[in-house]
C-alpha cells in the first residue's frame, strides 16, 4: 500500500560489533530471534499486565500481551507493505524493560530514582538490556541487535530533541523513527485496550452493554451481533463484537496511516524521519472508539478498588525493597554487588528490581522483612 515507506534492511546502520551476515536469515530475522531466546523475553511470562494471577488462569500476562501486539503490529506492517521482520523484532521487544508489577512497578521505580536526580523509563531500561545485561555470546555484550532495532525500542512511543536525554544523542534525537517503528505504540494500544476489555469483562466487572453505552462504537458492533446471531449466549455475543472492534480499530490504523502518507508525500523511508510529525496514525474514527475505551476502561477496571489495592501493596513491596537495598548494597547478590562498588548503588538497585518477576519480587521481599508480601 506505501511500500516506498518500508525500510530497505540492505540499508541498516548495522550492529555496533560487526559480524558476518547469515546465509539465509537477513539482520532483523536475527534480531527477532534474539529476542525471543533472551532471559528478560522469557522473564515477561512471569510478570502481569493488569490482574494478578491466582484470580484466573486466562488473564493475559506480559509475555502474552507482548504476542498479542505482534500480531496487530506484523499485520499491519504486512498490509501497509512495511518491513515485517523489523516490524516484528520491535513489537516483541516492546516491553522487556517492564519491571515487576506493570505500570504501578514502573512509577514506583521511578519516583524511588527521582529521589537520586535520577529516572526510571522502560523502554531505556530495555535499552540496557540488549545492550548490556542479556551476556549470551562471546565476541560481544549484550544482544547486538542492529542500530533501527535500538532505536525503535526507544522511539516508539515518544520522540526527543537533542540534549534531552544524553545518553540517547546516538539514536538520531530530533528525527523521527521509521514508520515500523511507529507502529508500535499504536499496535500497543489496540491490543491492551481489547485484552483489559476480555479480562475484565471475564472477571464480572461490567456487562457488554454497559460498554456499548460508553463506547459507541462498540455499541453499534454489538447490536449488529445481537441481531444476527440472537440465540448466540451473552458471553459469545461479547467475543464476537470484541473480535469485530479488533478488526476495525486494526484497520482504522491501516487505513489512517495510509491516508496519512498520502498526504505527506514524502518519497521513502528516509525522508520519515524528517517530517515534523509522525506517519502512522487512526482514522478520526478509531481514534474517537481507543480513547472511549481507555476512558471507560479507567473508570471500570484500572481506578476500581480491587485493583487499587494489588497496587498498593505492589508498590509498597517495591519501595521498601529498594531502601533496603540501597541501604546496604552487600545484600544484593552477585554480580550486582561488585557492580555497585563502581556504579551509583541506586542505579544497580533498580536494575536489579527491573528485572524481577513478580513472584521473584514477593519471595525477596519475604526473606529480606520475613513478611509476606
Known amino acids: ?17 560487526p559480524e558476518p551476515a547469515h546465509p ?9 530471534d534474539r529476542i525471543v531466546h533472551s532471559r528478560a523475553f522469557r ?10 494471577p491466582g484470580i484466573s488462569d486466562h488473564f493475559r500476562n506480559r509475555l502474552t500481551h507482548t504476542i498479542e501486539v505482534t500480531q496487530i503490529a506484523r499485520t499491519a506492517a504486512r498490509v501497509l507493505g ?42 531505556l531500561h530495555a535499552l540496557r538490556i540488549v545492550e548490556n545485561f542479556e551476556q549470551r555470546y562471546a565476541r ?33 534525537p530530533g528525527l523521527r523513527p521509521l514508520l515500523e517503528a511507529q507502529l508500535i505504540d ?61 478488526d476495525a480499530l486494526v484497520s482504522g490504523l491501516v487505513e489512517g496511516t495510509a491516508a496519512n502518507a498520502a498526504r505527506a508525500a514524502v518519497a521513502d523511508a528516509e525522508a520519515v524521519r524528517h517530517l515534523p510529525d509522525r506517519v502512522a496514525t487512526f482514522t478520526a474514527e478509531t481514534a474517537a472508539a481507543s480513547r472511549a475505551l481507555k476512558q471507560f476502561l479507567f473508570a471500570r477496571v484500572y481506578a476500581t478498588p480491587e485493583l487499587a489495592e494489588d497496587r498498593r501493596r505492589s508498590v509498597s513491596m517495591i519501595a521498601e525493597l529498594f531502601g533496603f537495598f540501597v541501604e546496604d548494597p552487600r545484600r544484593l547478590p552477585d554480580p550486582y ?35 509476606p508480601g
Open 1 to 17: 500500500m506505501i511500500e516506498r515507506l518500508r525500510f530497505p534492511v540492505a540499508q541498516s546502520r548495522g550492529r555496533q560489533y
Open 24 to 32: 539465509y536469515r537477513n539482520p532483523f530475522q536475527r534480531d527477532r
Open 43 to 52: 522473564r515477561l511470562e512471569a510478570k502481569m499486565q493488569v490482574f494478578a
Open 82 to 123: 512495511l518491513d515485517e521482520d523489523l516490524t516484528e523484532a520491535l513489537a516483541l521487544a516492546h516491553d522487556i524493560g517492564h519491571p515487576p508489577f506493570a505500570h504501578a512497578g514502573e512509577d514506583e521505580l521511578n519516583r524511588q530514582m527521582q529521589r537520586y536526580g535520577d529516572r526510571f523509563d522502560h523502554n
Open 140 to 172: 560481544f555484550p549484550g544482544l547486538n541487535l542492529t542500530f533501527e532495532v535500538r532505536e525503535g525500542m526507544v522511539k516508539h512511543s515518544h520522540d526527543f530533541g537533542p540534549g534531552e536525554r544524553p545518553e540517547l544523542d546516538r539514536y538520531l
Open 186 to 246: 499504536l499496535a500497543d494500544e489496540i491490543a491492551y485496550n481489547a485484552a483489559d476489555l476480555d479480562d475484565a469483562f471475564s472477571a464480572g466487572m461490567f456487562t457488554a452493554n454497559e460498554i456499548a453505552e460508553r463506547v459507541p462504537q462498540y455499541g453499534a458492533i454489538l447490536e449488529a451481533v445481537e441481531t444476527q446471531f440472537p440465540g448466540a449466549s451473552a458471553r459469545e455475543q461479547f467475543h464476537e463484537a470484541l473480535r469485530q472492534l479488533i
Open 337 to 371: 554487588t561488585r557492580l555497585a562498588e563502581t556504579d551509583p548503588p541506586h542505579r544497580v538497585v533498580c536494575d536489579y528490581i527491573a528485572g524481577m518477576t513478580d513472584a521473584f519480587c514477593r519471595r525477596t521481599y519475604e526473606q529480606a522483612f520475613g513478611l
